[in-house]
């Protein structure tokens, strides 16, 4: 399952101004992986995610994909390591104007040379890959919330990407539909060997699908935990770690990590 | 402790707002040179450009604001000559009202008013789309897909402006003409009379600057309110303040504008 590193993160400290997020964290995503970054809210899970998919520059440190450096990357190399990943964003962003034809066509009529017969061979193969090619046509507005997610995606898909970018790909969603997205992700994993990087907080959703996670905390701005989920719950030394895995509410006191609501991931 | 102790002192505030207006400034500055970067590709390769968002965008700019640009121009026109005719009828003086109705529009009030009205119906409107893109992560998307949010949202709308404004301003000094006509009519002058004097003194060069105008003042307009829109940061508000600030940056830069315009047309005799 676990093949030669594909994202190397390095000493990365991620800021909005002088507010440090994340000080100096350093982790590997193997090739094939489904990759969990978790954590409490607020603990810079999405801002850890920007920075690896290239929307913010560092304070510090770097971001490698494939061996490419993207931080401070030029702009055609830039462009080069974007196309080699896929991001699904929380809400979906898909093109509300477009369709879902023509969301996922987007990155093929904008970095390929196929004519347009193919495309839309293209893009129905991604929809129904997903199980949407039956609204291939609807605008995302006419979609539920799980749908506009898997469609998204498939735009994510749509360059073959190696690797994927999910965040909280769980939030807003019932637990049917969230479990229904775990299986197509362990689908798309398992037959394509597609690397997923996912930002969760959805408990059963990690225990689901996650090969390996790092966990982050508040309070010290950086790793407190890494490995495999279920052996985190049983063995770490953290009562942080514990806590959060047994959903537990933390001691501030003691360690002061963001307590999970109790309603989270029953 | 008593919550005064993190108030910004008045000299705070000062630097604060002034590294702000600062920021907006370089933000501009570089906004506007991505925008001519763009322009300039677009005309290079015009093959490149997405002429059904271009299109849809005229649609919005312009088709859909005709009924606007023709009632405040018509109402404009007739105003303007009522309330001229109405001094000038003093002195026997109110068949110098369309040389003067002319004029006034075609260099001045035309163009300036027309972008006006682009400014707080298109201008706000680009601001509102690209504000809501921003805060539902489409230009997030965008960019990581490696595309450009300026070619792909702002270009087509400069582009639609650009080929729109003059229009719409030559639309509005129509309607300007007609509301001016009525007045003229109903005090007893023929419509040859009127159309002639309009014209009489009316150069090609004023036609030609009010165009000028009203094409400098649409990349102004549409180009703040896509920045505007880019600009947005997240929040309930965050769109309506985007749009509020797209309508008043839009009509601040166009008034600048029309100052330098003023002068410039002086000194080249325009």
């Given at each position: 399952m676990r093949g030669e590193p594909v994202i190397n993160v390095r000493n990365l400290t991620c800021a909005y101004g002088d507010f440090v997020v994340v000080r100096d964290i350093s982790f590997e995503v193997n090739e094939g992986e489904v990759f969990v970054i978790l954590g409490g809210s607020g603990c810079g899970k999405s801002t850890v995610l920007k920075h690896m998919i290239g929307l913010y520059e560092p304070a510090e440190g770097s971001v490698s994909i494939h061996g490419r450096r993207l931080t401070g990357a030029g702009e055609r190399e830039r462009n080069e390591i974007l196309r080699s990943f896929g991001v699904m964003y929380q809400m979906g962003a898909l093109f509300g104007s477009m369709s879902l034809m023509q969301n996922v066509m987007l990155p093929l009529e904008e970095f390929t040379d196929l004519p347009r017969e193919a495309r839309e061979m293209v893009a129905v193969a991604k929809l129904a890959m997903v199980g949407l090619d039956k609204f291939a046509y609807n605008l995302p507005s006419t979609l539920s919330g799980g749908m506009q997610k898997r469609a998204a995606i498939a735009r994510a898909m749509a360059l073959d990407p190696g690797i994927l970018f999910l965040d909280e790909p769980s939030a807003g969603l019932d637990p049917v539909t969230s479990a229904e997205l775990d299986e197509l992700i362990r689908s798309l994993s398992r037959n394509l060997g597609i690397t997923f990087v996912i930002v969760s907080h959805e408990l059963a959703s990690i225990y689901s699908i996650a090969d390996r996670v790092i966990m982050l905390d508040k309070q010290t701005k950086g790793i407190v935990a890494e490995g495999d989920p279920r052996q985190l719950r049983?063995?770490?030394?953290?009562?942080?770690?514990?806590?959060?895995f047994n959903r537990e509410p933390a001691h501030h006191a003691d360690d002061g990590h963001c307590p999970v609501p109790a309603e989270e991931g029953a | 402790m008593d919550g005064r102790e993190g108030a910004p002192s008045f000299a705070e505030m000062v630097g604060r707002k002034t590294e702000a207006a600062y920021n907006d400034l370089v933000d501009s500055v570089a906004f506007a040179g991505e925008i001519v970067a763009n322009l300039a590709q677009s005309v290079r390769h015009p093959g490149r450009l997405r002429w059904k968002d271009i299109l849809l965008a005229c649609v919005r700019v312009g088709v859909d604001s005709l009924p606007i640009i023709f009632l405040i121009g018509f109402l404009m026109g007739l105003i303007l000559s009522f309330q001229s005719a109405v001094t000038l009828q003093r002195f026997g003086g109110e068949i110098f009202v369309p040389n003067m109705l002319g004029l006034v529009m075609f260099r001045e009030m035309g163009p300036l008013v027309t972008c006006i009205l682009l400014a707080a119906r298109s201008g706000s409107a680009f601001a509102a789309e690209i504000g809501t893109m921003k805060v539902n992560e489409e230009v997030d998307a965008l960019n990581t897909m490696g595309l450009s949010p300026t070619r792909f949202l702002v270009t087509p709308k400069i582009l639609a402006s650009i080929l729109m404004a003059p229009l719409m301003t030559m639309f509005f000094n129509f309607a300007a003409l007609v509301g001016g006509l009525i007045v003229m009519i109903s005090l007893g002058y023929p419509l040859v009379t009127y159309t002639s004097r309009v014209f009489q003194n009316l150069q090609y060069t004023d036609f030609y600057g009010g165009l000028i105008?009203?094409?400098?003042?649409?990349?102004?307009?549409?180009?703040?309110?896509?920045?505007?829109?880019?600009?947005?940061?997240?929040?309930?508000?965050?769109?309506?303040?985007?749009?509020?600030s797209a309508v008043v940056s839009g009509i601040i830069l166009i008034a600048f504008a029309d100052g330098i315009f003023a002068v410039a047309y002086y000194y080249l005799g325009i």
């Open positions: 049983e063995g770490s030394a953290s009562e942080t770690v514990r806590s959060f | 105008k009203a094409l400098v003042f649409s990349i102004l307009v549409a180009g703040i309110g896509c920045l505007r829109g880019l600009q947005t940061r997240s929040g309930a508000s965050a769109v309506g303040d985007s749009t509020t």
